[in-house]
Nanobody, 124 residues
Framework: QVQLAESGGELVQPGGSLRLSCAGS????????IAWFRQAPGKEREGVSCISNSDGRTYYADSVKGRFTISRDNDKNTVYLQMDRLKVEDTAVYYC?????????????????WGQGTQVTVSS
């Protein structure tokens, strides 16, 4: 069974950058599309970005398009989310997920495997 562990979340000023990592264990992430979700207090979970396991296709929510970049390193069994020009409204707990319910080009809906989440806080 795949286990996921996110890292990289921290407090950052508006306009700053962070790179989140989603490290896999117990299985190879290369066989799965991987998604990043986020959830802010009082808000619904949002599918932020997703990357295919086969052809490199990606999805980005409109709210992050042009600022976030998803990538994967199969040798390191890790998926990344590079977040640039961060905004206060990006503040949330970010989760990665594998074995998705995802129909490209739409957003990811759910996953069978989840990490524990990493807190991203954007504030001055």
């Amino acid at each position: 069974q795949v286990q996921l562990a996110e890292s990289g979340g921290e407090l950052v000023q508006p306009g700053g950058s962070l790179r989140l990592s989603c490290a896999g264990s117990g299985g190879r992430l290369r066989y799965y599309p991987i998604a990043w979700f986020r959830q802010a207090p009082g808000k619904e979970r949002e599918g932020v970005s997703c990357i295919s396991n086969s052809d490199g296709r990606t999805y980005y929510a409109d709210s992050v398009k042009g600022r976030f970049t998803i990538s994967r390193d199969n040798d390191k069994n890790t998926v990344y989310l590079q977040m640039d020009r961060l905004k206060v409204e990006d503040t949330a707990v970010y989760y990665c997920a594998a074995d998705l319910t995802w129909s490209y080009p739409g957003p990811p809906r759910a996953g069978n495997y989840w990490g524990q989440g990493t807190q991203v806080t954007v504030s001055s």
